[in-house]
């Protein structure tokens, strides 16, 4: 014979729903007011920035952004009340994107600029695709989540090898150039590397001597090519995970929810999670 719920079971199993039940009504009405909140807020962040009208409406703002911030607060934790694994939650990419989204109004009462840092919100976006279910999106976020990961290792050893050219060349540049040209040591030298390896050029300190302009337009040139070797790894990846994933499947379709579009390797439903046909 099963016991009866307690309230407190009743009361989590109802939030649950609420905050975690994207098929059900209460729970995606829920979804677009977290998403409108969201908007609202970074827009409010934005807004607070604009000195005309942070001198007139700065308080306004700011009770604002403390009611949003408050609405944030008390769903952070009653997610973590809802699940059975709080851990897991807390932990987990949104767990720390959701907890990002609080704290720097919580800093900004003893760091006062730390509320702008609330715009991280925007990261909260993310829930988007979860809300909409599009079969196309998350077999390409899919994708690029597996190129990401298979090429992680090539594009570690790619930084590797950029941070040694560019101390090599900022060492070099410090010799060719010394402090008349701005290249007062080689923490700054490495400095100008790097600006103009990754092409930016801010142009407040460049090299005057011939050779030092030399070495300094194989500098820019070889920063083109470097621009291009993640671009061209990652692209390779993703273009092998579309065709290690070439098919999404037509023919597994659910039975419970009628949704198509499945990986053809999938074992259930992304919609309602129900066991797929193995055919």
Not at 6 to 29: C, D, P, Q
Not at 158 to 177: D, K, P, Q, R, T
Not at 203 to 221: C, E, K, N, R, Y
Request: net charge positive.
């Amino acid at each position: 014979m099963t016991k009866n719920k307690s309230k407190y079971e009743i009361f989590r199993e109802k939030i649950k729903i609420v905050l975690y039940g994207t098929n059900t009504i209460l729970g995606r009405m829920f979804d677009l007011v977290l998403l409108g909140l969201i908007l609202l807020s970074v827009l409010l962040v934005m807004l607070d920035t604009v000195e005309g009208i942070n001198h007139e409406y700065h308080r306004q703002l700011l009770i604002c952004e403390w009611i949003i911030t408050v609405f944030f607060t008390i769903e952070y934790i009653l997610r973590i009340i809802a699940i059975q694994k709080p851990i897991k939650y807390i932990f987990s990419f949104y767990g720390i994107i959701d907890l990002m989204a609080i704290l720097p109004m919580y800093l900004s009462i003893f760091f006062p600029a730390t509320n702008v840092l609330t715009i991280v919100r925007v990261l909260r976006f993310f829930r988007l695709f979860k809300i909409l279910h599009i079969p196309q999106i998350s077999h390409q976020s899919y994708q690029l989540k597996e190129a990401l990961q298979a090429s992680k290792e090539k594009i570690l050893v790619f930084i590797y090898f950029v941070v040694i050219s560019a101390v090599i060349i900022g060492a070099l540049m410090y010799v060719v150039e010394g402090k008349e040209s701005g290249f007062t040591s080689i923490p700054v030298s490495i400095y100008w590397s790097i600006v103009t390896l990754t092409t930016v050029g801010y142009g407040d300190i460049s090299p005057i001597t011939p050779l030092g302009q030399f070495l300094a337009s194989l500098v820019m040139i070889m920063g083109y090519g470097i621009i291009a070797v993640p671009t061209g790894i990652v692209t390779a990846e993703f273009a092998k995970a579309s065709l290690r994933n070439s098919s999404v499947s037509g023919k597994k379709n659910c039975s419970q929810c009628k949704a198509q579009l499945h990986f053809d390797n999938a074992k259930y439903c992304y919609q309602c999670g129900k066991t797929l046909p193995n055919n």
